[in-house]
């Protein structure tokens, strides 16, 4: 088995900084140098997903690093296939996210907006308003402005989850064969986000 850290910014693999592997992988050429974790983002939307993919065990292409001056989904997005099993949690490959041309107002569409997701609690909440939210602009920005981290935590579900987990959306860039006990990943995880 690997052993996964988290130090400060970085991932670890057996004591060897991820971007390092990555780039080993890759082929030297700097890619990987200004990429972050991705639990230093700064929107606790992005935060929320994430913590949610590692606690419920979510086998996915999961978003590793990000850009370490956006620090938010918005720049670059470097994922990491993982396969939860039992016991284990299993690195497969890597890669980088490919940006759709209409990415923003699919992204924009995603959250609040995306009625079919809502909730029973969310039609008790926010039925009044579901009418101003879609014909009137100003009362949706404002909604936004009011409640972002919910808006972008809805947003990721909604676009980014999907998206990234269609593989025809990822430039694969290598594959890796890390393999984590499942208790001590998710421990490592959770802590790093604390």
């Known amino acids: 088995m690997n052993e996964l850290k988290i130090d400060s910014n ?10 390092t592997i990555f780039e080993e ?9 200004w990429l972050v974790s991705s639990l ?5 939307g992005e935060l929320h997903y994430i913590t949610e993919l590692v606690e419920r065990k979510v086998s996915c292409n999961f978003p590793l690093l990000v850009c370490g001056d956006d620090l938010d989904f918005q720049c670059t997005i470097v994922v990491v296939k993982v396969e939860w099993s039992e016991d284990k949690v299993i690195w497969t490959k890597f890669g980088t996210v490919k940006r759709e041309a209409d990415y923003w107002n699919k992204y924009i569409n995603s959250g609040i907006l995306r009625f079919e997701d809502w909730t029973e609690d969310d039609w008790q909440k926010y039925g009044s308003i579901a009418y101003e939210l879609i014909t009137d602009e100003k009362f ?10 919910e ?44």
């Open 140 to 149: 949706f920005y404002e909604w936004c402005s009011e409640n972002w981290n």
């Open 25 to 33: 992988i890759q082929g030297s050429n700097n890619f990987f140098e």
């Open 151 to 194: 808006e972008v935590y809805r947003r990721m579900w909604g676009y980014y989850h999907n998206y990234l987990n269609h593989d025809i959306n990822i430039e694969w860039i290598g594959e890796v064969n890390f393999q984590f006990d499942g208790n001590k990943y998710q421990k490592c995880f959770l802590n790093g986000l604390s």
């Open 10 to 19: 970085y991932f670890f693999v057996d004591d060897k900084c991820i971007n």
């Open 40 to 44: 230093c983002v700064e929107n606790k």
